[in-house]
């Protein structure tokens, strides 16, 4: 029988963060079952430890090529039974290093990043019922991915990021056809400050409580576009309007253009 843990990331309290799935030994399973799992388990995703450090990522719907804070709640899994210290994993997007202090606290270093213009996202808006006028004008729409593709909106106030109410099979649709993994929804309380919101139809999910692969191209678009120092430490609070408050720590160096992700994780013992 397969063994499947549970973890809240980006948290210290089980009540908070965003829930992940994480199987140890998956070495014997095969893509039907361990989405079959996923599907059952019914967070937004579980890990699978598919030999050595090797990791892949499945929502109840479909594989992803990389989730943030189900590497951050695997990371930890695996510091609580061996000792805090580095790991490497080696994820469908690439090699993704991690490291776990004694704290259990976790930090994940992103794939190579990218930003991508995007001219027209007056679509994305109509889906989500957001008019032109309620967005930031100083943080323009834009594809980031540091594992995964995300779209960047960013809206003017909290109350527009706050009023989430949007069209799940038109957005599902939206996301396939650009190869999106979630919408990456900002307000800038702050130049190092944010609160994001995160649809996740793709995954079958309405919403995200704590989206790391997310957090992690964010960065990459505040550096590309210039809005942050070269070398910089972001928060970003997430999950605050679904009951699950989250709390992602973002750091920027200036001597490396990867991106690196840290918060806690914290194990669940009843399903959330």
Request: aromatic share 6%.
């Amino acid at each position: 029988m397969t063994t499947v843990l549970r973890y809240a990331a980006f948290t210290t309290d089980p009540s908070g963060g965003n829930p992940a799935g994480v199987v140890l030994d998956a070495s014997g399973l095969d893509d039907q079952t361990m989405q079959a799992i996923a599907a059952e388990v019914g967070y937004s995703e579980t890990a699978f430890v598919t030999g050595g450090t090797d990791v892949r990522y499945f929502s109840p719907k479909a594989e992803v090529p990389f989730c943030g804070h189900a590497t951050i709640a695997t990371a930890v899994a695996l510091a609580e039974r061996t000792g805090p210290g580095e790991l490497m994993f080696s994820t469908p997007a690439g090699i993704v290093p991690v490291t776990v202090d004694d704290d259990m606290r976790a930090t994940l270093t992103s794939v190579e990043p990218y930003v991508e213009a995007v001219s027209d996202i007056s679509e994305a808006l109509d889906i989500l019922g957001w008019r032109p006028d309620e967005l930031d004008p100083e943080l323009p729409p834009s594809i980031a991915y540091a594992g995964a593709r995300h779209l960047v909106v960013s809206a003017s106030t909290r109350q527009r990021l706050a009023d989430l109410d949007y069209d799940f099979d038109r957005l599902l649709a939206y996301m396939l056809e650009r190869d999106l993994t979630t919408l990456q929804l900002v307000w800038r309380e702050s130049p190092t400050t944010f609160h994001v919101r995160d649809p996740f139809p793709v995954g079958g999910v309405v919403e995200d409580p704590a989206t790391g692969a997310a957090a992690a191209a964010f960065g990459a678009y505040l550096r590309e576009l210039g809005l942050v120092q070269p070398a910089a430490t972001l928060t970003l609070h997430q999950g605050d309007d679904l009951g699950r408050p989250s709390l992602i720590r973002v750091e920027l160096r200036a001597d490396d253009t990867r991106v690196r992700v840290s918060g806690n994780a914290v194990p669940i013992t009843a399903p959330a």
